[in-house]
């Protein structure tokens, strides 16, 4: 598996090395003790979610507070633009953003440890998005920053308006959010 860094302290792209034929191709998603020598972490996986958003859905920015989640994160079907942020006040690259294009086709996984916002927004017709999470989902803890959050500048690479959830319509801004330390 190649690891590359993405200019945001602990965040990293995982490109599985995929075996491929005319029958199909195989790969390994996910590999405990090569996740941790890569990230040098011991994390421990404890969800999985996966969710089908038509073109235009934009989910996030979302994490929780008291119970934060790291996120492995990936594309099944389809495309997506996903945008991370460090939320850690002690990080040297706190408010600091990174996004990239996931696809079915790369196969890349983006790991977004704890104490980061996360979104992402649906760039092909359809896309089916996967991932494994470090804490379980706590409602009460829940967070969530607006989409187009003006000092945070996400380039959402937007074709048309986004479609969001009440609760993302919600989103407070950047400046008056619950950070970490």
Not at 96 to 115: D, Q, R, S
Not at 163 to 172: F, R, T, V
């Amino acid at each position: 598996m190649k690891i590359s860094a993405t200019g945001l302290n602990d965040c990293f792209i995982l490109e599985p090395k995929v075996h491929g034929d005319q029958r199909g191709f195989f790969l390994e998603s996910f590999n405990q003790k090569v996740f941790d020598e890569a990230t040098q972490s011991n994390f421990k996986f404890v969800q999985d979610n996966h969710s089908k958003s038509k073109k235009g859905v934009l989910r996030g920015l979302h994490y929780q507070v008291n119970q934060p989640q790291g996120k492995l994160v990936r594309v099944l079907r389809g495309e997506v633009f996903d945008v991370a942020v460090d939320l850690r006040k002690s990080s040297s690259t706190f408010g600091k953003t990174f996004g990239l294009t996931l696809n079915e086709h790369e196969k890349k996984l983006f790991w977004i440890p704890p104490g980061f916002a996360h979104g992402f927004i649906v760039l092909s017709d359809e896309a089916e998005f996967f991932y494994k999470t470090t804490d379980y989902y706590a409602p009460h803890a829940e967070k969530c920053i607006i989409w187009d959050d003006p000092d945070l500048k996400i380039d959402w690479k937007l074709s048309q308006i986004p479609i969001l959830s009440d609760k993302d319509l919600k989103g407070e801004l950047f400046q008056n959010c619950a950070v970490f330390d």
